[in-house]
């Protein structure tokens, strides 16, 4: 898991307001990860399927399939995070109950998941046009809305735990994955979409039209 990598470790001396919630709220990631990691599953799922349809569909020579392809993985996947969006707001304290007792870490992995939990299905889009972008062999839009926006999360956590205190931080994650979810639909809405026509049926070979 993430808390076994040293440099993700949070360096608790960006804010005193974070140093103050270090003990209860970064001691244990189990509760965190273990949850969001069900609809991240599946996110990747279908973000793998979308980068094979669309490049399969760029293949056979149709731009418009290939976008087609990857709003319905996008709304699929989004439809299907749903029920663990609700789940995990609904139940998030016996859930979380299931792998510690402690009231600290419970209050505050309990205020993670029902923050995060909201934008369940923002991320599952992001994570399907991340694989749509691939698929359209165009991967820089992707690079450059996780370079800005991830490195975004920190400044913007500071500012927030000022006011929210650690859920400031939960609240950096969540206006990030919405922000590069839109970043990555309106890339692929925008993007070339390089398609291959071959000369006719059964010839490999093609040129970029």
């Known amino acids: 898991t993430i808390s076994c990598i040293p440099w993700a470790q949070p360096n608790t001396r960006a804010s005193p307001t974070l140093r103050a919630h270090h003990a209860p709220h970064t001691t244990h990631h189990t509760p965190y990860t273990t949850l969001q990691g ?8 279908y973000g793998a399927a979308a980068a094979t349809l669309v490049g399969q569909w760029l293949g056979a020579g149709s731009r418009s399939k290939a976008r087609w392809a990857a709003a319905v993985s996008a709304r699929q996947c989004a439809l299907c995070t749903l029920p663990f969006a ?3 707001a609904v139940f998030a304290q016996p859930l979380v109950g299931i792998f510690t007792t402690d009231p600290d870490v419970v209050r505050s992995a309990v205020s993670y998941i029902r923050i995060v939990a909201a934008v369940f299905p923002i991320s599952a889009i992001e994570t399907t046009y991340e694989g749509a972008l691939a698929g359209a062999a165009d991967t820089v839009p992707t690079l450059i809305a996780g370079l800005l926006l991830n490195t975004a999360r920190v400044p913007l956590a500071v500012l927030l ?5 650690v859920e400031g931080v939960w609240y950096a994650i969540a206006i990030t994955t919405v922000l590069k979810a839109f970043i990555k639909w309106l890339a692929f809405r925008f993007s070339k979409l390089p398609a291959c026509v071959g000369s006719g049926p059964g010839d490999d070979s093609c040129v970029v039209a």
Do not use: I, P, Y
């Open 38 to 45: 069900l609809a991240f599953t599946v996110n990747e799922a």
């Open 86 to 88: 609700l789940a995990a």
């Open 161 to 165: 735990s000022v006011r929210w205190g």
